[in-house]
């Protein structure tokens, strides 16, 4: 990892993440244990949250420990006080700061300042905390994950980039079909070429060539959080990109439906798909609170 912040995927090895899958299946089935009893953990919200707060209170509370929630409406960070200060500030109080924010730069600017673990629960770049749980569910459903492949469709934003970084640590062929201009960003495709771990990455625009052989299909919200106002001129470029049952029936008649939550039913999936069997999106929100787990354990040293 990026020293002892989790800021992207990029930053773990193949064997940290390994570990971070492993450590979260192995509390999943025994139980965590309290080895945070006595820590702390601070949750710093730019943005609304329903899956990361409590995914994170609950992975807190079930090592042992507590979090408590650092609302930005109230402590007006970057406002009041520069970031600067008040990462050192509570670096003397708490013993991690899990930062849900709008750009990746302010993120980096807490684990610059920080004297303790920095995590990204979620930017404008990347949301790994995501990815883990995408990646543990996948495993728990299908085993091995290496030779595996991963269909996302829809726009290349933070949750397919780190998709797209986790899936090559792991040796996952992730392909990512997006409509023109939509697509994953150079910079984020040239970063996970350079990565080890032996999977790939396929930036497509055929949704239909995206899915055959995959043994998941992924999708998101065609307007990320704070892009609301693109909706309506995006319906169009995107509509042929919605997972329905006409799509899905290009897959492999046992491919996995995912999506990370909050779900625009008729808009990028349709109710029949997401309610389908094959669909595995709550255990998807479950394992937030797992691989959570996994992740402060490994991040505050006592994990393995």
């Not at 899905?248 to 909050?262: F, G, I, N, R």
Request: proline share 5%.
């Amino acid at each position: 990892m990026h020293g002892r912040d989790f800021l992207s995927l990029q930053d773990c090895s193949p064997d940290e993440l390994e570990q971070l899958l492993s450590t979260a299946q192995a509390i999943k089935r025994d139980g965590p244990g309290t080895a945070l009893a006595g820590q702390t953990i601070a949750l710093l919200f730019d943005k609304p949250s329903l899956r990361t707060r409590v995914s994170f209170e609950v992975a807190a509370a079930r090592l042992g420990g507590r979090a408590i929630v650092v609302a930005q409406h109230e402590a007006r960070i970057g406002e009041r006080e520069p970031v600067s200060d008040a990462a050192r500030v509570l670096s003397r109080m708490v013993q991690a700061l899990i930062v849900r924010t709008f750009a990746q730069a302010t993120l980096e600017e807490y684990a610059r300042w920080a004297a303790v673990p920095v995590v990204n629960a979620l930017s404008d770049a990347e949301h790994p905390c995501q990815a883990l749980a995408d990646l543990l569910t996948l495993r728990e459903r299908l085993g091995a994950l290496r030779g595996l492949t991963l269909a996302y469709i829809g726009e290349g934003n933070n949750v397919a980039t780190a998709l797209a970084f986790g899936a090559v640590l792991t040796g996952v062929r992730f392909r990512c079909a997006s409509p023109p201009g939509h697509g994953l960003p150079e910079h984020v495709l040239a970063a996970a070429a350079t990565l080890p771990g032996g999977g790939s990455v396929e930036q497509l625009a055929d949704p239909v060539a995206a899915v055959r052989d995959a043994a998941a299909v992924y999708t998101d919200v065609w307007a990320s959080m704070g892009q609301e106002h693109l909706l309506t001129q995006r319906t169009e470029a995107f509509a042929p990109y919605r997972l329905d049952a006409a799509l899905l029936a290009a897959a492999p008649p046992d491919a996995l439906v995912m999506h990370d939550l909050p779900a625009h039913r008729g808009e990028e999936i349709t109710d029949e798909v997401i309610e389908s069997l094959r669909s595995v999106v709550f255990d998807q929100a479950e394992n937030r609170v797992h691989a959570q787990q996994a992740l402060l354990l490994l991040l505050l040293g006592s994990a393995g």
